[in-house]
């Protein structure tokens, strides 16, 4: 596709149960971002690849957080024994060195922890 | 802690009326975006913002960069319902690998 597709687009779960949040991004973006964004509220960083350096994994909020980007290319964020504070919208962003500094935004997974 | 403050949080106006958002830091940035967020989406960026002092317009909108590169304005003109969204600024660090952004400004428009 054109742009970042994330997936799913909703996800509820219950408290204790582990997540899997995909995202695709643009093809042959190097950088991809993870976001977590709370009603209402802006952007908490939480995680960034790029290429093959090693992810920035500073904004992660807890050893529950997780995320891999396979190939260069799809990555997922995992959230083991979520907790209901955990529920927000989290978001995708990817760009490219050649675009300079613009992230493209997926639309977002909002996750429901009941 | 906050590194971009945003303000005002909210605002409500009348269709064709003007107005100010602000962005605030006590950190230089690299460079700063803003960006449009409208309900069930992700953020769209307005525009990047490299220079200290620099202008930049958008139809509308225009974009304002401090001159120490801590702060920045956006300024609409004759706003209209479409302006309606969430209003983000992000500042650049790392030299533009990683971004900080402010909690937003919501902006409604009524017609």
């Known amino acids: 596709g054109a742009g970042v597709s994330q997936s799913p687009s909703n996800k509820v779960t219950e408290k204790g149960k582990d997540v899997e949040l995909r995202c695709d991004p643009i093809?042959?973006?190097?950088?991809l971002y993870w976001y977590r964004q709370s009603l209402g509220q802006g952007l908490e960083f939480l995680i960034y690849?790029?290429?093959?350096?090693?992810?920035?994994k500073s904004g992660l909020p807890s050893d529950r957080f997780s995320a891999e980007r396979t190939g260069g290319s799809v990555s997922t964020l995992t959230i083991q024994r979520t907790q209901q504070e955990d529920s927000a919208v989290y978001l995708c962003?990817?760009?490219?060195?050649?675009?300079?500094?613009?992230?493209?935004f997926g639309p977002g997974t909002r996750l429901t922890v009941t | 802690t906050q590194l971009l403050e945003q303000s005002p949080q909210f605002l409500s106006i009348q269709e064709g009326e003007n107005l100010t958002v602000y962005c605030n830091s006590s950190s230089v940035f690299s460079s700063l975006q803003w960006y449009r967020q409208e309900p069930g989406e992700g953020p769209v960026l307005l525009v990047t913002v490299v220079t200290g002092g620099e202008v930049k317009k958008l139809k509308r909108l225009t974009f304002q960069f401090g001159d120490a590169r801590k702060d920045s304005s956006l300024h609409i003109t004759a706003a209209q319902p479409g302006d309606t969204g969430l209003y983000l600024c992000a500042g650049a660090i790392n030299y533009g690998q990683n971004f900080v952004f402010g909690p937003g400004t919501r902006l409604s428009v009524l017609p």
């Open positions: 962003a990817s760009s490219s060195r050649i675009a300079g500094v613009r992230q493209y």
């Open positions: 093809s042959g973006h190097t950088a």
């Open positions: 690849f790029q290429g093959n350096s090693a992810p920035d």
